[in-house]
């Protein structure tokens, strides 16, 4: 017996970038554009969901496909505020969507009565970093219930976002949160980040989040 | 658990390379940058777990540390049967 050594050098994500390439393929063939909604676990991010479904869902055709490690429950959650399909994905305990989850899950969804695709990742500020979904945007969600020290600890999921949300913004009296701390420090890992400040609780900041979500969405082309 | 997935990938992504030899596949080698955003003795627990579970009849994970964002398939080994045919 001899051992041979075959040389591959091959990138471990290529197949799942190939997938995602080919989402926003799709996407961009309908007229759609997709966010990625990510954050760690309890921080807002199916609660914002539902204000947005509740305010733009219809006027945006917003659809949904939701992430959880176990359950369907943002998802139904998500059904009660939209007429809209919400499609949700149980990951089996994989902390993290996939292109081929999302790609599958399109095939659940009316694209052509679809102008915006929120994409609700797994709760986890490590493993959704890694893998590209085919979306245009990317919104991380920080709530002021976590510690300000969240960029420099989870770098790679703060370097990658194209906005940074601040939730919950009506506990800043009652929690130790330095909000401009936080700034800094996301600022620190990726100084082209822009960033909203809401309370889904009080409306605090859901103007500007609206505004945002409204300009996210491509114009419908002239018929 | 992340590094769980990712050796699935590397299985499935080796796999398709090997065809018919993964069943002779005696060592797998991944390079892991230091910014990769990979834990290297996670990954290298579950790319044990992935190893031994068919097709695969047990290859070794190797893992090559580097210093970038690399996270590579870098490449495999397999054993080749020199005795000669009946």
């Not at chain 1, 929690?175 to 980040?193: G, I, K, Y």
Request: charged share 25%; proline share 5%; with cysteine.
């Amino acid at each position: 017996m001899t051992v041979r050594r075959i040389e591959l050098h091959e990138r471990i994500m290529a197949r799942n970038n190939e997938l995602a390439a080919a989402v926003r393929a799709r996407l961009a063939t309908h007229g759609v554009t997709a966010i990625n909604l990510m954050s760690s676990p309890g921080s807002g991010k199916t609660t914002l969901l539902e204000r947005t479904l509740a305010e733009l869902g219809e006027a945006l055709d917003i659809a949904v496909v939701t992430g959880d490690c176990q359950t369907q429950n943002d998802a139904d959650r998500l059904a009660a505020h939209t007429r809209r399909l919400v499609q949700a994905i149980v990951t089996g305990g994989i902390c993290h969507l996939d292109a081929l989850q999302v790609s599958d899950a399109l095939d659940h969804l009316d694209l052509a009565q679809t102008r915006l695709l929120i994409i609700e990742n797994v709760g986890n500020l490590i493993c959704p970093s890694a893998w590209d979904l085919g979306e245009q945007t990317r919104v991380l969600l920080f709530s002021v219930t976590e510690g300000e020290d969240k960029p420099v600890k989870y770098p790679r999921m703060f370097e990658s976002a194209n906005w940074v949300v601040f939730t919950k913004t009506d506990l800043l009296p009652y929690v130790p949160f330095d909000t401009e701390r936080a700034v800094q420090h996301c600022l620190r890992v990726n100084p082209a980040v822009r960033f909203l400040f809401v309370s889904a609780m009080t409306d605090g900041g859901l103007d500007e989040w609206f505004s945002f979500i409204r300009r996210e969405v491509a114009p419908v082309a002239p018929v | 658990m992340h590094e769980l997935s990712l050796a699935m990938e590397i299985g499935r992504l080796a796999e398709a390379k090997l065809g018919a030899s993964v069943a002779q596949c005696v060592a797998v080698g991944v390079e892991v940058g230091r910014r990769s955003g990979v834990e290297p003795s996670a990954l290298e627990f579950c790319l044990e777990s992935v190893l031994s579970t068919p097709p695969w009849t047990g290859a070794r994970p190797v893992l090559i540390s580097a210093d970038d964002d690399r996270f590579l398939l870098t490449w495999v080994e397999v054993e080749d049967d020199d005795s000669p045919p009946d």
